[in-house]
């Protein structure tokens, strides 16, 4: 690009633009995905609102292909582009808890520790992911499932208002009161409509919780799943538990003969009065004893930062999702055969449940479709190894294959990898011809097309 040209776009921020020429380029262009190795010509590091409009309207009048990063976490590497700009949020990490109200504002470029260590101040917490360092916007613009979604829904269940510039550059809001077919489409419709700027959120009121994982050895697998499929769901709703095959990773606080051992796990969230933890817990104490507990009283804020060690930026990272409604026996043998052959020291499968306060809303209240699911699935492979890639995407894909035909035939839309339109339209389902008309009226030209995208044409 050439240089009078980017002059002319740092002359109009406060904020700052990384070429190739910059030192801090090669970082700047890294995702949390290390198999993700793209360059653009430049990263426009916004500090405002006023620096997101400069950019849109930049990469509007040069025609050049615009990228959104937020946290950098999706897993197709949708953050960054090859060529284009890269318009990243990361430096925007305002918050602003508002305690009379119960609610949360927050900039676009907000990890959930960002967001929850400042509601978690007010004894509130918004419900995000289960690794702190996840960035809120792509995460709610798709969905956003973790530890307080059977009891208050998932992210984007909780949002109450969004700021965004279009494709015009124009800056709206939308909420069910203003724009609200375009509130409609961000709510599961990802980044597609428009770049958001802040959201503001309905604080829940979760202090401490009780929570911390459980491990059975492999031996027990099947009984354990086919407990977790009747017994999770019946569970009370302020319970959550997802079902994990994972290895021991191979330090404190796991005793040394589970170090790299393969076992099934259910990661425990109770999110309702202490006091009532155990009699919540009574139905999982009663079914067989675990191998390895690690539950207590905690802040939802270290609940929420309890995995991050394990999976910093930087792994390769290949994953496959699908939403689940039953598991039946037959899909049970699958899973067990497959949990057999985990590839690599940190690849698994999670099932993150997706019931409770998720299926008490219409399918057609937002974009996002799978009211119906009880799980959200997600296999994935990751290793630090860039040697490993294809072991790790082989065995994803070999075992997403087994397991589709159980599923109800979409994924959630953040664990996809860059998958093609038939499985987009199956994640929105009956949704997606009101997607498609929306994007038409507020991006008609396809400005924001990387993402899982809703074409306009
Ligand atoms: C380790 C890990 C754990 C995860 N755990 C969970 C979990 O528990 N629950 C869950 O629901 N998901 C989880 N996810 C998936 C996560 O929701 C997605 O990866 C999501 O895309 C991450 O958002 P981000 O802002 O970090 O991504 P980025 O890579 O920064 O952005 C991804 C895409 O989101 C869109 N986008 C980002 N910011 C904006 C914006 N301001 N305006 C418009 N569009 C924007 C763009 O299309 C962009 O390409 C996890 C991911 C990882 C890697």
Known sequence: MPEEVLTKLSANLRGSVITPASSEYEVARKVYNGMIDRRPDAIVRCVNVADV???VNFARQERLTV?????GHNGAGFGVCDHGLVIDLSPMKGVRVDP??????AEAGCTQADLNHAAHSFGLAVPVGIISTTGIAGLTLGGGTGY????YGMALDNLLEADLVLADGRFVTASTKENPDLFWAIRGGGGNFGLVTSFLFRGCPVGQVFAGPMLWEMEHARELLQWYREAAPALPEELYGF???LKVPPGPPFPEELHRKTMCGIVWAYCGPLDKAEEAFRPVRNFRAPKFELTGSMPYTALQSMFDAI?????????RGDFVAQIPDAAIEEH???AEQLPTLKSTMHLYPVDGAVSRIDRHETAFNYRDAKWSMVIVGVDPEPANVEKITTWTKRYWAALHPYS?????VNFMMDEGLDRIKATYRDNYDRLVEIKRKYDPHNFFHVNQNIRPD
Do not use: H
């Open 67 to 71: 990228a959104i990063r937020g946290g």
């Open 408 to 412: 109800l035939g979409g994924a959630y």
């Open 100 to 105: 009379t109200t119960n609610t949360v504002r």
């Open 148 to 151: 307080l979604t059977r009891k």
């Open 336 to 338: 067990l055969k497959f």
């Open 53 to 55: 409009r400069a950019a």
């Open 243 to 245: 079902f994990a095959f």
């Open 311 to 319: 999976y910093p930026p930087g792994d390769q990272w290949y994953w």
